[in-house]
């Protein structure tokens, strides 16, 4: 059973900070160093302070980037550039944007932020569709013991057939939001506070029979459930560290989009195209293609993904060809120690086969991306192989939905970069604060 709560949320008080559209970020995990330095100079109230700061040489215990951190967040705190909401209450947020490689397709996403009971993976009710690594979670626990508070928006998906959720929210947010930004992508994002105790307790009564899946924010919740069990093991009750901030999308929602995440192959002692083709006819049926737009390999790609597993792969103008999995390859024999739920997505066959078998780059020389970065753009991709920055890029059809869900409630998580929810959900429109004199 899910618990769903309302919180008395830390929001930016505009009066005092300046213009929400320079005060909030992109989650913290898709700040480029580019992006840092603009959001610095934006505002000296800009969330990425806090949430990705700029670290020095001369760092030391006493102060580094998680100490002032601390500090900044404080005195904001202080000054009244962060406010505290006076009651409880859950948070409409809705997303317009432009679905990207699309003839101007509009969207509206609607959302609920609340916060959720943590839960273990073990309990049934929270579940993880990709993989995570150590690294992120020490850094984000390093900021969440020195802030005690939750910035960034932990994406889950639910399932609400009948759309009930959804449709309260998209009344909600037809009246005039609370506060609306148009981010550096084009999209908007705009809040509305739901306060009232019944739309409050029918919220909370709607999600008591709901599963949740992971889409966004793995690390962050696998950190707050490690700061919750490290809080338990100190003993005393610290009531509030038992909950997460989250935001929850409908997962039959026409509005919900996955976008693909391409593969760019590079600095291989050895790559021969010929040799590639000879090679990936043990797994794929191979149709040498000539080379045409981004845009026209992707539409090639996703007639063929329709049919069976696909992929493009590109080494530059004349040497181009459509990977199409073999059907009377046996993946039982061929991935033995892979579920056969996780057997046929597409990310999980071309890495095993054509980047693992094929290629020879091992698990962790894709861990570290020796051999191996990731574009979400198509044209990014093919541009790195004609800069010959790269020697081979696949092109990939996005991951669907269903499998993403189907596969996190029966234990099976992708790997990473198996999925790209998209927009991205900005980090400073609420904050949870742990301490908050007023209650949760």
Not at 73 to 87: M, P, Q, S, Y
Not at 180 to 195: F, P
Not at 370 to 385: M, S, T
Request: hydrophobic fraction near 40%.
């Amino acid at each position: 059973m899910a618990e769903i709560i309302p919180f008395r949320a830390l929001r930016y008080h505009q009066k005092i900070a300046g213009d929400l559209a320079n005060l909030v970020t992109q989650p913290y995990d898709k700040i480029t160093p580019e992006m840092q330095a603009r959001y610095y100079q934006a505002s000296p109230y800009n969330l990425v302070r806090i949430i990705l700061g700029h670290r020095a040489a001369d760092d030391t215990a006493g102060n580094n980037v998680y100490t002032r951190a601390r500090a900044d967040f404080r005195d904001w705190i202080a000054r009244g550039v962060l406010e505290a909401e006076r009651e409880p209450a859950f948070y409409a947020y809705s997303q317009d944007y432009v679905l990207p490689g699309s003839a101007g397709v509009k969207k509206v996403r609607q959302a609920l932020i609340g916060l959720c009971r943590i839960e273990d993976y073990s309990a049934g009710i929270i579940h993880r569709h990709e993989e995570t690594l150590a690294g992120p979670k020490a850094d984000r626990m390093e900021l969440l013991k020195a802030t005690r508070a939750h910035f960034g928006q932990i994406f889950l998906l639910y399932s609400d057939p009948a759309g009930e959720i959804e449709r309260l929210l998209a009344r909600r947010m037809a009246t005039a939001p609370d506060e609306a930004v148009k981010d550096e992508l084009g999209t908007v994002h705009s809040v509305g506070r739901i306060g009232d105790a019944e739309t409050i307790e029918r919220l909370s009564e709607w999600m008591k029979d709901k599963k949740m899946v992971i889409a966004d924010g793995h690390h962050r919740y696998e950190t707050a459930l490690a700061y919750r069990n490290a809080c338990r093991a100190q003993g005393g009750e610290d009531l509030r560290a038992e909950y997460v901030m989250v935001t929850m999308v409908r997962l039959e929602s026409e509005n919900l989009t996955i976008l693909p995440t391409h593969r760019v192959v590079y600095s291989l002692a050895r790559f021969d195209w010929s040799r590639f083709l000879a090679d990936s006819r043990r797994y794929f049926d191979v149709q040498e293609i000539p080379a045409a737009p981004a845009d026209a390999l992707l539409e090639t790609l996703h007639r063929a993904g329709e049919q069976r597993p696909s992929w493009i792969a590109f080494a530059g103008a004349n040497r181009v060809c459509l990977l199409g999995l073999r059907a009377d390859l046996n993946l039982a024999d061929e991935l033995p120690d892979v579920a056969p739920g996780v057997r046929r997505l597409d990310v999980v066959l071309l890495h095993r086969l054509a980047i693992e078998k094929i290629l020879q780059v091992d698990r962790q020389a894709v861990r570290e991306e020796k051999n191996l970065h990731y574009e979400r753009g198509a044209q990014a991709a093919i541009q790195a192989v004609e800069a010959n920055k790269a020697q081979l890029a696949f092109l990939m059809n996005p991951t669907p939905v269903a499998d993403v869900w189907s596969n996190a409630l029966g234990g099976q998580p992708m790997p990473q970069k198996s999925t790209d929810f998209y927009p991205k959900m900005l980090s400073g429109l609420t904050i949870y604060w742990l301490d908050n004199p007023a209650g949760i």
